[in-house]
């Protein structure tokens, strides 16, 4: 049941210094290396994770969102100064940012990035605090079957969404599912697909396979460079002059503003459409509406604030879903779910029931960190635009060691090095082949939690009780949409191609 | 028509997680039927879509000559620190952490595209800061 005294008891709990530190310093990780082209934010959570290791579980989930939403908006540094973007959402940035930039106007688009992604990250963190409870309780009524239904709704979400090819998708999720179920099956203790390694009887770690899938492959790509952006630096005196007037003039465009604020929320709360999607949709909306249509992609800067705002709204909605229902949307969310899965903490129908206050306190920490991204945010863009021209030589070699290290610490376990490598080259593999790799890594995570739910449904009530309940009905429907309406829409996108060729 | 590198890798990954598939049921063979229930029914759905995946890449190649593009560009530094990276794990096993640490941290610099003496300053700077945050912290990191 939802009380108020929670919500308020989450707030205290927030005013700790240990959770205030946690979310500075993740703030300040995640600004810092957010800046830093090539790294997404998936992986670049991924990198981090290790640090969190040793930590409370709260002041570590805390310090992990609030590096997430530093990423987000620290995303739009490169996209802005060099046309790469720093994280998937910030993809629409560069269709006005870059175009700023070369206007002379890095300093006014920056700051106008960071005050579009302090109203887009309060306004999410407002609504994701009123919407969680709600749908906190209604997950209560999931039962065994209905739990079952829901991870092979996520799957379908996932798969569907990563990647063009469904039967690509497919295959990641079911070698997820598989990798997952290694090792001394809980039940009976029998060894499965050990293949007579004692290493893996306790199953595959998922920080080395985390570090692996998401790191490695992401470092060996910089490899290629021998400095993460190759173009020269902005001007000091443009960038100090105008960040600040950028940041008060995003405010103006309050029409932009509003919309794209409710995309995000609305594209965040569904499972596996991502900020990419929002900041796109947004981006599309705001130039629809726009009395000057005819200057977008050429430097508009209400483009450039619908596309910031609506990407740091979706951050925070699409946590929501994540720890009502165990549902991660996208990559950054499955490598949060993994870190509180590592924290001993599994999200789901339960999560709202028994970590009402610590729930309370993350959907908190979510206002600090749009605080954060207003105040720090643009102090802090002066100094991390320079990581923006960072040697390939230097990173490289330091982040693999740490990659290294940190899978290492999760257990004390050499063999975690090798399962590194092992995973890091599956990761390569699947990259250049274009496999989902969330994909396998949500299967991955959601594979005992699948067996043990089928099973225990399956023995309460056999096949039947899989289509007993409305719950599960409309969940069947939902994983059939998710995996058909992808399909018709690629059928929809060949058919003219087909016909032009 | 000529047979790619990409057409190859391609068809090779679904085979390969075939075989891994087939090593898999192998082993769960005489496993109780708790065990084997749920991991069975996905061997068999995983055996087939692979098998799909791999004709369609071969009808691709036949049909459409796809596979042939140059998707597949490891150049030879990212080859060498992959190499690298495997060779880390043994070399930690013999030499524990510290030697390793230091020979990869100088080698990936230079596949990076470091001058020697960039390679060193790197090495010199990281192994100190790993060195100072072991003794600090008491992190059990076996360094030899």
Redesign the interface.
């Known amino acids: 049941m939802f009380e108020f005294s929670n919500a308020v008891e989450g707030l205290m709990l927030l005013f700790t210094w240990q959770v205030m530190a946690a979310i500075t310093v993740g703030f300040l990780l995640g600004f810092l290396v957010g800046a830093v082209p090539g790294f997404n934010d998936s992986n670049l959570m991924a990198i981090m994770l290790p640090l969190t290791i040793y930590l409370d579980p709260m002041i570590a989930i805390v310090g992990m969102s609030s590096l997430y939403f530093a990423a987000q908006a620290a995303g739009a540094i490169p996209a802005i100064l060099i046309n790469i973007p720093g994280t998937g959402g910030a993809a629409a940035t560069t269709i006005e940012g870059y175009p700023m930039a070369q206007k002379g106007q890095a300093g006014y688009a920056l700051g106008l990035s960071h005050g579009a992604s302090f109203v887009g990250a309060a306004v999410g963190a407002l609504a994701s605090l009123m919407i969680a409870p709600a749908l906190g309780l209604f997950a209560l009524r999931f039962g065994p079957a209905e739990m079952f239904l829901l991870g092979v709704f996520g799957l379908t979400i996932v798969g569907a969404l990563a990647g063009k090819d469904l039967?690509?998708a497919?295959?990641a999720i079911?070698?997820g599912?598989?990798v997952s179920?290694v090792g001394a099956?809980p039940?009976?203790a029998?060894?499965?697909?050990?293949?007579g390694i004692l290493s893996l009887s306790d199953g595959i770690s998922l920080m080395a396979i985390i570090l692996g899938l998401f790191g490695?492959p992401e470092?060996?790509d910089?490899?290629?460079r021998?400095s993460v952006s190759g173009q020269s630096e902005v001007s000091d005196r443009e960038l100090n002059s105008n960040l600040h007037r950028g940041f008060f003039d995003a405010f103006k465009y309050k029409g932009a503003l509003a919309v794209s604020s409710a995309v995000g929320l609305v594209v965040g709360i569904v499972p596996g459409a991502g900020a990419a999607i929002s900041s796109f949709v947004s981006y599309g909306m705001a130039k629809q509406m726009s009395r000057n249509p005819q200057n977008y992609g050429k430097g508009e800067p209400e483009g450039l604030v619908a596309a910031e705002c609506a990407n740091n709204a979706t951050a925070c909605a699409a946590i929501v879903p994540l720890l009502t229902l165990g549902l991660p949307g996208s990559g950054s969310t499955t490598v949060m779910l993994a870190a509180l899965i590592l924290h001993g903490i599994r999200p789901g129908p339960q999560f709202f029931a028994q970590f009402q206050v610590e729930a309370f306190t993350i959907f908190w920490s979510f206002f600090v960190s749009a605080i954060l991204i207003a105040v720090v945010g643009c102090w802090i863009s002066r100094y991390t635009r320079r990581l923006v021209y960072v040697?390939?030589?230097?990173l490289?070699?330091?982040v693999?060691?740490l990659l290294?290290?940190g899978a290492?610490?999760t257990k004390?376990s050499?063999f975690d090095?090798?399962v590194?490598?092992a995973f890091?080259?599956l990761g390569?593999?699947m990259r250049?082949?274009r496999?989902p790799i969330p994909a396998f890594l949500l299967a991955f995570i959601l594979g005992p939690i699948?067996?043990a739910n089928?099973?225990r449904a399956t023995r309460i009530g056999g096949l039947d009780i899989f289509i007993q309940s409305g719950i599960s009905q409309f969940l069947i429907v939902l994983s059939v949409l998710s995996l058909v309406i992808p399909g018709l829409w690629l059928l929809r996108q060949r058919r003219p191609s087909l016909q032009h060729g | 028509m000529s047979v790619s590198i990409h057409f190859l890798t391609k068809l090779a990954f679904p085979l390969l997680i075939c075989v891994f598939a087939l090593g898999y049921r192998a082993s769960i063979e005489e496993a109780p039927r708790a065990a084997r229930l749920f991991p069975d029914g996905l061997l068999s759905i995983l055996i087939l879509a692979c098998v799909v995946q791999a004709a369609r890449s071969i009808y691709l190649q036949w049909s459409k000559g796809e596979g042939e593009g140059p998707e597949l560009t490891l150049n030879a530094a990212q080859i060498m620190v992959l190499a690298a990276m495997v060779a880390f794990y043994p070399a930690v096993l013999l030499f524990g952490f510290g030697l390793p640490s230091l020979a990869f941290l100088f080698c990936v610099s230079l596949l990076c595209g470091a001058t020697y003496r960039q390679a060193l300053l790197v090495t010199i700077i990281a192994a100190a800061a790993l060195y100072g945050f072991v003794r600090l912290s008491g992190f059990a990191l076996p360094l030899y």
């Open positions: 039967l690509k497919g295959i079911l070698l599912l598989l179920l099956d039940s009976t029998f060894e499965r697909g050990t293949f490695l470092l060996i910089l490899v290629k021998t040697r390939g030589y230097i490289v070699p330091t693999l060691l290294f290290l290492y610490a004390f050499t090095l090798a590194v490598a890091g080259a390569i593999a250049v082949l496999y699948l067996e089928y099973l």
